[in-house]
């Protein structure tokens, strides 16, 4: 178990090399330096500042020393100061919402997991029946439906006309006063629409999959075993066909990390969550440059955090992986 | 696979007909969008803002009394366009990387292939939202960014199919015969790992006009006045309790566009093997 480990973590230097290699070559596809963008947006800025500006991001020298000092920064988490007006350090904006955006998404994992993982079941089960049937369309309405525009759909009706939730922010005002339980039922309206629609996209998928793998492996000899000895449908099901079924799942779970990060974008800044999605869209409004590398840079991370967990997870539960 | 074959097991399947009707349908509406549309899409009347759907306005006006269906027909010709651009360009860019990859082996599947790998841990509406930020959004840029970043799919599908192929004897024999590598690789193998590719060009599509939707509904794509789904849906968002309709209808476009695309690449998926269907 070990030596896959270490192994595993070993193929991820190469990785993360290139993905800061990929932002620094995206970062440069700049049409104006960094530096220009700054003093442009403030005229009063002398030439003599302007050069020190330059020497400061160092883009008066050669690109790979650049992309050297970028990196030794980076190893200390140092991805320089945001152009906003409050000019404060971008790790530090981002740390402070990189924990609700890493929530939210794994709590709506958690809910594909609870949902799309019967559903496959009992789909594959039963196949062709009317639930199959059902999930099916199901399942072409979710590949095809637009993420933000079920969050307007969903806003519009429980927010708009049903007034039962709360469409924007995590928290009422006045959040700090509240009793405990209140502040837990307060959250939990804010978060319900912003979950279920960030979870609406993966059900679709991974449910499919999940009856995909139940199909194939009930077709397999053990399970005929399993029966011929007069083992209940039910231990046959649950105990024999779902165990192997399961061991994909974990692979797309992975998989299916950058999507949610991205999605995050979408979801945070329709229903104002203060989470990364919504910070790097900010970032992308405003040209703030340094901003949007960091937040590139940690997405990637997180997925690549994503993967590796997935990995482990996988090697974890199934011994095959680990003796190959 | 035969030609006629492919047809027929087609034709068969209600899905991938009703998915092509669909599709077809959506084609006419954005060649003909000039006579479909009842109203100029640009064409602003102070008098009738936001008026809810009314036997004058089908679909109601929006916050500058334009017609919201005339903006709809109109939206469709940027989702066409967005779609087959950006697809395009993904397919081509990995059917170059994958049959390289697959073709030679060897450091350069290897290095191509890491890099491959790579470009999948970018969330991609990551990497495409900075690029936009560094570029101006408009429609060119997005579909050149969306195409540059969705490529990997087709590039490892390619690669795999090559793979398989390369070592036939068919390909030995027009080695034999002299065949070069760019022959080899365009007359006999690529031709034979075009299907695959047709099925995930058809769910591409699908897939990249959500993203434009979703980039011009952020005001990252498609710039207004140019009328597309995405965008009009922004002013849906902005108005959201007072008319529904600016946040229906385009929305229910992109879902029915999507889906028939969807349709039609599952039906092509399973005329090529009719295994898949069980």
């Known amino acids: 178990m070990w030596t896959y480990m270490i192994k595993r973590l070993l193929l991820m230097v190469p990785l993360l090399v290139g993905i800061t290699l990929v932002s620094f070559v995206v970062i440069h596809l700049a049409p104006g330096t960094p530096v220009e963008l700054q003093t442009t947006m403030n005229p009063k800025a002398s030439l003599e500042a302007q050069k020190r500006l330059r020497e400061l991001y160092g883009l008066d020298k050669p690109l790979y020393v650049q992309y050297w000092d970028w990196l030794k920064r980076m190893a200390f988490l140092d991805f320089g100061r945001s152009f906003s007006p409050d000019r404060r350090p971008v790790w530090d904006k981002i740390k402070e919402r990189i924990g609700i955006t890493v929530s939210l998404n794994t709590l709506s994992l958690l809910i594909i997991l609870m949902v799309a993982i019967p559903i496959g079941i009992f789909a594959a089960v039963k196949p062709h029946s009317w639930f199959d049937r059902g999930t099916t369309l199901f399942v072409f309405f979710g590949f095809a439906m637009p993420t933000f525009w079920l969050a307007l759909l969903l806003m519009m009706l429980f927010g708009v006309y049903l007034e039962w939730l709360p469409i924007s922010g995590l928290t009422s005002l006045g959040f700090h006063q509240f009793t405990l339980w209140h502040k837990i039922t307060d959250l939990a309206a804010h978060i319900v629409l912003p979950v279920l629609v960030a979870a609406f996209g993966g059900l679709a998928g991974m449910s499919r999959y999940m009856r995909g793998n139940m199909l194939e492996v009930i077709r397999q000899d053990y399970i005929i075993t399993a029966r011929a000895k007069g083992l209940p449908e039910r231990t046959v099901i649950f105990k024999h066909a779902l165990r192997n079924a399961l061991l994909p799942v974990i692979t797309l779970l992975g998989l299916s990390v950058p999507g949610l990060i991205g999605g995050s974008v979408i979801f945070e800044s329709i229903f104002a969550i203060p989470g990364m999605g919504q910070l790097f869209y900010g970032a992308v409004m405003a040209r703030d440059y340094p901003l949007v590398m960091g937040e590139l840079v940690i997405g990637a991370f997180l997925t690549l955090l994503g993967n590796l967990l997935a990995d482990v997870g996988y090697a974890l539960v199934d011994p095959r992986i680990r003796t190959e | ?278």
């Not at chain 2, 397919?91 to 073709?103: E, M």
Request: glycine content about 8%.
């Open chain 2, 1 to 278: 696979m035969k030609k006629r074959e492919f047809w027929a097991r087609l034709r068969r399947n209600k899905l991938a007909i009703s998915g092509l009707i669909l599709v077809s349908g959506l084609f006419l509406v954005s060649i003909f969008a000039y006579y479909l549309a009842p109203y100029d899409p640009g064409q602003i009347d102070l008098n009738q803002v936001l008026m809810p759907p009314s036997a004058q306005h089908w679909l109601g006006t929006d916050t500058l009394g334009r017609d919201v269906l005339s903006r709809i027909i109109y939206g469709s010709r940027v989702s066409l366009k967005v779609g087959f651009v950006a697809v395009g360009l993904a397919t081509l860019i990995g059917l170059i990387v994958g049959a390289t990859a697959g073709f030679y082996g060897g450091w350069v599947d290897l290095v191509l292939m890491r890099f491959v790998d790579l470009m999948l841990c970018f969330p991609s509406f990551f990497l495409i939202l900075a690029v936009i930020a560094l570029l101006e959004p408009s429609i060119w840029n997005i579909m050149v960014v969306i195409g540059a970043t969705s490529w990997m799919g087709v590039a490892r599908l390619v690669r795999a199919e090559i793979l398989s192929l390369k070592e036939r004897e068919f390909v030995t024999a027009a080695r034999a015969l002299g065949a070069s590598d760019m022959r080899l690789i365009l007359r006999h193998l690529l031709p034979n790992a075009l299907a695959p590719v047709m099925v995930s060009a058809t769910l591409g599509v699908a897939g990249a006009i959500l993203t434009e939707s979703a980039l011009s509904f952020l005001g990252l794509g498609v710039q207004p006045p140019t009328p597309s789904w995405g965008n009009i849906l922004t002013a849906g968002k902005d108005n959201i309790e007072i008319a529904w309709w600016l946040s229906v209808f385009p929305g229910l476009a992109i879902l029915i566009t999507v889906m028939s695309y969807n349709l039609l690449g599952e039906g092509i998926r399973e005329a090529i093997d009719p295994r898949l269907k069980e």
